[in-house]
């Protein structure tokens, strides 16, 4: 079995590279980082020209109609450039839930304006501290209308919509939650930005009073659609890891290259050499992974559960591994902020939690092998 990319598909990760090495080089992500504005929107709406926003979006909903194996590779060097854009939450979270549970009528709405960049989509599914649980939501949904608080929500402060998780009933169980979508910029909805350790990727609390929301999905049936979209995010998200993890990796090499200490490169001594060794390690094994998930995702396999699970956790574990180290090989001039390094560790620390903790995906996995090896 062949898990590598077609020749096509390394044909558009070239394009893509090339795009944002362009675009999207280390000053602008600092202007975003620096300044006021909340992501690069030039950026953005260079990505919906490139056709890479919609590339998993079905030609008749106005986009690319490629598939997942494309997503990943542009998902790979979004993560490689730290783009300052809401890739994930619209891309990842908004449109695969749409794809997923909406309606015709729904997906032709949003889908199309999604591929167009014209608008920013999240999914609102955490209250708080924790990881995602049935329990854990407490917003609740009767007669149209939405109460209650979520937060953080990616990018909810700039996002036009919003597929919300609710509360539709009181048994306790998974069928008590059910998805709603919501226009952030109507009546009813708060929204208040948050402190966030990556300020190129907003979190936001997001109020409803007596917000108007339309059901996405059948009724009862919101956590499942949760599930499937968490599983498809966690394995797009780990190739933004690895994409960032690599980047990581080269950065270190190439100043223990450049650096002379003693008369002689820093590359040269045993602890850089080692420290290196161990970071291209971690990205190969979480790239192995990542393949694994690709695989799963775009052929809808019924190992999806497991390889998602395994993807997130090898290529979080990489991110944050690559991007520490990093630092270390820089030195004290690596903990500086002229330097790009603190840009990955924050990347690498803001997205290891975004779709729950690494060890919401360890229990995850462990779950899933036990269940289907019980099978």
């Known amino acids: 079995m062949n898990f590598d990319f077609s020749d096509e598909q390394k044909q558009m990760r070239d394009e893509a590279r090339k795009f944002l090495s362009e675009h999207c080089p280390p000053k602008a992500v600092r202007e975003v980082l620096d300044g006021k504005a909340p992501y690069d929107k030039a950026l953005w709406k260079g990505l919906a020209e490139m056709g890479f926003l919609g590339v ?11 598939g997942h ?9 979004m993560g490689r450039a730290l783009a300052p854009v809401p890739f994930s939450s619209t891309v990842y979270l908004a449109a695969e839930a749409i794809l997923i549970a909406g309606s015709d009528a729904q997906k032709q709405k949003w889908l199309p304006k999604i591929a167009a960049g014209d ?23 009767n007669g149209g209308v939405l109460n209650g ?18 509360r539709t009933g009181s048994s306790g169980r998974e069928s008590d939650i059910s998805l709603f979508i919501v226009d952030l910029k109507g009546s009813g909805v708060e ?7 990556d300020l190129t990727r907003g979190q936001a609390e ?9 059901p996405l999905g059948a009724a009862g049936e919101g956590w499942g659609v949760i599930t499937q979209v968490l599983d498809r995010a966690a394995v797009l998200m780990a190739f933004e890891q690895v994409g960032g993890a690599d980047r990581a990796l080269e950065m ?9 200490a003693f008369g002689r490169p ?10 290196l060794a161990d970071m291209y390690v971690s990205a190969t094994l979480a790239r192995s992974n990542c393949y694994y998930g690709a695989w799963a995702l775009s052929t809808n396999a019924g190992e999806l559960p497991e390889a998602a699970a395994a993807a997130r956790i090898s290529a979080t574990q990489a991110f944050q591994h690559c991007a520490k180290n990093n630092i270390q090989v820089h030195g004290g001039m690596g903990f500086t902020w002229e330097f790009d390094c603190h840009m990955y560790y924050r990347r690498a620390n803001a997205v290891a939690v975004g779709l729950g903790s690494l060890s919401y995906w360890e229990d995850a996995l462990i779950d899933r092998m036990r269940k289907k090896n019980a099978a």
């Open 69 to 77: 194996l494309e997503l990943c590779v542009i998902a790979e060097e």
């Open 252 to 260: 270190g090499r190439d100043y223990a290259l450049d650096r002379i």
């Open 206 to 214: 997001i109020s409803f009073k007596d917000a108007k929301a339309e």
């Open 266 to 275: 820093i590359g040269s001594f045993q602890a850089i050499k080692h420290m």
């Open 56 to 66: 998993a979006i079905p030609e008749k909903f106005g986009g690319a109609g490629a």
């Open 191 to 197: 929204v208040k930005p948050l402190t966030n350790i």
């Open 149 to 166: 608080v979520k937060k953080p929500v990616a990018d909810g402060a700039i996002a036009d919509f919003a597929v919300v998780a609710a």
């Open 119 to 141: 608008a920013i989509g999240t999914l609102a599914l955490f209250e708080g501290k924790g990881n995602p649980s049935p329990k854990a939501i407490n917003v609740t949904a």
